[in-house]
């Protein structure tokens, strides 16, 4: 048996029986999530919350106090950060630096760096992602950011899985093809088990579709398709390649192909900035 089909069998078996570990959302984030869905939780509450989590605290009043953000006077304690960013986004930049630390997980070299690699991708998405929400929809940005980060989580335990299979992380090519096929169903699981919105697990699930079409109004599975897809222009050894001219995402958005890749130009600043927020 090839290595790439015995990990694949070792990863259903143990997904089949329970075994695989999932990456779990910690208490404090699934705190906030939950307060700040509710309109009516005071931000005294949340802050509460996220003030018992030292490196998040610190991270959220960063944030906060970043070109993006930042108003007239700086930000100094949590609450006002809060109040300053609102609820959808507290409870998504929380979330997002969770994601975060589950990236830089204690793992082997080898595995590190496909960890690190994925988590640039990601908030290079979720920076695109956020910037062609807010042009060209009317979908929260924030949320978008948030589904760009996301979109590949599925892959997390897949290259956990392969610290156990030194075989599959000497054949890149093998273990792509595995992420390839699985990552999308895992994700799902992911954010299942994480009570996310059916809206951002559709995201995990859907995102390499690209002649998905559910319906005539974009959502933010479109958003992450569009941005995915110009994630790796540019790149000499992409192994993605698309049909540009026929993407229902990029219909959506009211975007040619060549109008898309223009405000992408237009836009590096901002999206450059963003994803250095999210990497520093």
Known sequence: ????????????DDITHNRLVLPSLPEVAMKVRKLADDPYSPAEKIAKIISTDAALSARLLQISNS???????????????VVRLGGV?????????????????????????????????????????????????????DEALLAGLIHDIGTLPILSRAADFPEILKDPDALNRVIENMHQDLGKLILEDWHFPEELINVAAEHEDINRDPAPIPDYTDIVIVANMH????????HKHFDWENVPALDKLGLTPEQSISALGEAKAEINEIQKLLLS
């Open 1 to 12: 048996m090839k290595v790439e089909d015995k990990f694949i069998t070792s990863l259903l």
């Open 67 to 81: 070109v993006f953000f930042k108003g007239l006077n700086p930000v100094e304690n949590v609450r006002t950060a």
């Open 89 to 141: 986004c507290v409870r998504n930049v929380v979330t997002s630096l969770v994601m975060d630390q589950l990236y830089h997980a204690k793992h082997s070299a080898a595995v590190k760096s496909q960890l690190h690699k994925l988590w640039v991708h990601s908030t290079r998405v979720a920076a695109i992602s956020h910037v062609f929400a807010r042009r060209f929809t009317s979908l929260n940005g």
């Open 231 to 238: 994630s790796y222009l540019g790149q000499r050894k992409s």
